[in-house]
């Protein structure tokens, strides 16, 4: 799981540093499977129920599962970035929100709020806890910051397979669900909305927008609970280390 995660940070930081204004998302996508099959891996999500890309391309109102196309970045756009590998049988899972060309301070705020999210969620990962314990610090935070966590998408457990259990509602009550124990790799993915939390499903079957067409931030790690406490495979262990991805491409 670690080599898995280590090969997808790789793909994401140069990733980032390819994308530009005027580019298309379907130019990300290509440049994505390229340095996913660079890295001895498979995109993990190409194919997978059905999904057409290797990466999924989010913009603004979008929150989650773009479809990659012909569109192209504009300046002050939000790009939400999600992706997967697998190595060796093992999958990584990674999610980004970037500012393309120029970023209002709204728009800071809440990747600040999904970014922060990431931590306060990943904070909660203890032997003995349970994932309404994630889930709650997750929802109390971002809400706390006057935002939104969606609802009809969660986090999961990984490894072997993309989605395993158990789910990872980004809100819920502490001390429900299943018990955490070390050995645990979860997707923790906070998706974090500027207006209402509910959404809707567009006409190609993929691409989820807020209902309120405000917009949305997304960020996601693979993160395994080991028996020095969680260990963020896929990024920078704390908040701190992680807050200057935040910023213009």
Request: proline content about 4%; some cysteine; charged content about 25%.
């Amino acid at each position: 799981m670690r080599e898995a995660a280590r090969r997808l940070k790789s793909v994401l930081q140069e990733l980032r540093r390819s994308i530009k204004t005027g580019m298309a998302t379907l130019e990300i996508d290509q440049k994505a499977e390229r340095l996913i099959i660079a890295q001895d891996a498979k995109p993990a999500f190409k194919g997978y129920r059905g999904y057409p890309a290797c990466v999924c391309t989010s913009i603004n109102e979008e929150v989650v599962h773009g479809i990659p196309s012909k569109r192209k970045l504009k300046q002050g756009d939000l790009l939400s970035v999600d992706i997967g590998l697998v190595y060796k049988g093992y999958v990584s899972d990674s999610a980004r929100t970037w500012a393309i060309g120029r970023m209002s301070e709204e728009a800071r705020e809440l990747m600040e709020a999904a970014q922060r999210a990431l931590y306060v969620g990943m904070a909660q990962m203890k032997p003995g806890n349970r994932i309404g314990d994630i889930s709650y610090a997750v929802q109390d935070f971002v809400e706390g910051q006057g935002f939104s966590v969606i609802r009809d998408f969660v986090g999961h457990g990984i490894g072997r397979a993309m989605h395993e259990d158990p789910q990872v509602p980004n809100f819920g009550k502490p001390g429900k669900g299943s018990k955490l124990e070390t050995g645990l790799v979860l997707a923790i993915e906070p998706m974090v909305a500027a207006g209402s939390w509910e959404v809707d499903i567009l006409e190609d079957a993929w691409t989820v927008v807020t209902r309120d067409r405000q917009w949305a931030a997304h960020y996601e790690d693979t993160i395994a609970l080991t028996e020095k406490g969680p260990e963020n495979l896929t990024g920078p262990q704390s908040y701190e280390a992680a807050s200057d991805q935040i910023g213009i491409i």
